[in-house]
């Protein structure tokens, strides 16, 4: 009966011990994911997007010729301090060192020259200077082969910590040996109170029922918190994050193919390098399984209705941007320029944008209630998990003692 006591202690020691590690460990994982892992892939995908529309923006402001449209400017300005607040709160949340570090500082200091090279460029447009559009070309080739895949870098990387993360958010290793010690303890009990009926012929003994009652109650608590915590967790990373990074794909290709057709006519490259990237994004966005078009209907159906009205103003676009096209290889290069930043073809890009932002927010809004759902019940399991295991240590410790006084 001592070695039982003993062993009873032992075992539900144990599992108090685990049930408050294994908790804090999943709470802790998965507050890492909602605070600083998710936000940070979230900045890394607003620096990149907000770098793509100023090179956008820039190019359709120098195709105005003269002093830019001040709606173009001003849309600039804010791609530009956008980019640098999203930085600025990137830097915060990654470490010191490591290719995350290494692509902010890129940034850092690219944002700066880049900002200094289109201002030359509209220097030397105003003033009609054929010269503006090769500070233009370097300033995009600058943003293009430098900055953005430095902000991919930058958001792969944002990217894998949140995948990291829900593997240290389930903390599957300590809730493991946490539901192997209550089941070995749950076991313990039973064969310990068959041992004492067969031995003391007396049925029931109150302490050790009420130690397996507590001990089933936390092994059933813990089961449902971890089942719900991983159903969750599945759900955020399958219809929250998943979608995030496919959708923002989406609108940093889209852009990119705003930006090929006016850098395009900006440097009056005619079917040049520009207008092959325009037909090669094109074709990635449209064919079925891409990131435009990938059966978000079945994860949510207004995600879907809202991605199929995006794919729908994609079709558009690209219809508008032939005709630009045909204009400017007619020879009508002002009547190209004209269509290409005009009402009608902006309003149909911007439409696109509108939808692809309006299915970020839905699912980075879905990423964080799921979140916020998967660490319901884990500060429960730190405090009340070892507890409840106490508890069943003091009863099961009560049982065994009051039979073995009885041999004193």
């Not at 994911?33 to 998710?38: K, M, V």
């Not at 219809?319 to 630009?324: K, M, P, Q, R």
Request: aromatic fraction near 6%; glycine fraction near 10%; proline fraction near 3%.
């Amino acid at each position: 009966m001592q070695l039982l006591i003993a062993l009873l202690v032992g075992l539900g020691l144990i599992s108090g011990l685990l049930a408050g590690v294994a908790g804090s460990s999943a709470r802790a994982g998965t507050n890492d994911l909602g605070d600083r892992a998710q936000p940070l892939l979230i900045e890394a995908e607003t620096i990149y997007s907000a770098l793509a529309d100023a090179d956008t923006t820039a190019a359709q402001a120098f195709l105005a010729g003269g002093l830019e449209p001040a709606a173009l400017t001003r849309r600039y300005d804010d791609d530009l301090a956008r980019a640098t607040t999203a930085l600025t709160s990137a830097a915060r949340r990654t470490p010191e060192d490591g290719r995350a570090a290494t692509a902010v500082r890129t940034l850092s200091a690219g944002v700066s020259e880049y900002s200094a090279l289109v201002a030359t460029a509209r220097a030397n447009n105003r003033q009609g200077l054929p010269i503006g559009s090769s500070y233009l070309s370097e300033a995009s080739r600058l943003n293009r082969d430098t900055l953005q895949p430095q902000a991919r870098e930058l958001f792969e990387g944002a990217q894998q910590e949140v995948e990291d993360g829900y593997g240290k958010a389930g903390a599957l290793g300590w809730m493991t040996l946490l539901v192997l010690s209550l089941g070995g303890l749950v076991i313990a009990l039973a064969l310990t109170q068959r041992y004492l009926s067969r031995r003391t012929q007396r049925t029931f003994n109150l302490p050790l029922l009420g130690a397996t009652a507590v001990t089933l109650v936390l092994t059933i608590g813990t089961l449902a918190i971890l089942v719900s915590q991983q159903t969750r967790l599945d759900r955020a990373a399958n219809q929250g994050s998943g979608p995030v990074a496919s959708i923002a794909e989406s609108r940093l290709l889209a852009l990119q193919a705003r930006g090929d057709e006016a850098l395009t006519l900006a440097a009056r490259a005619g079917s040049g390098p520009y207008e092959q990237d325009f037909d090669a994004v094109a074709e990635r966005l449209r064919r079925p399984g891409g990131p435009m078009v990938n059966g978000y209907g079945e994860l949510d159906p207004a995600l879907g209705r809202t991605m199929t009205r995006a794919a729908e103003g994609f079709e558009r676009y690209v219809t508008a941007h032939s005709d630009v096209r045909a204009l400017d290889d007619s020879g009508d290069y002002e009547g190209a320029v004209k269509l290409a930043v005009g009402p009608e073809t902006t309003r149909t890009f911007e439409e696109v944008r509108t939808e692809l932002e309006r299915a970020l927010e839905n699912r980075k809004e879905f990423f964080t209630q799921e979140i916020s759902a998967a660490g319901d019940g884990l500060g429960l399991l730190t405090v009340g998990g070892p507890l409840l295991a106490l508890a069943a240590c003091v009863l099961a410790f009560v049982g065994l003692r009051t039979r073995l006084e009885e041999y004193r």
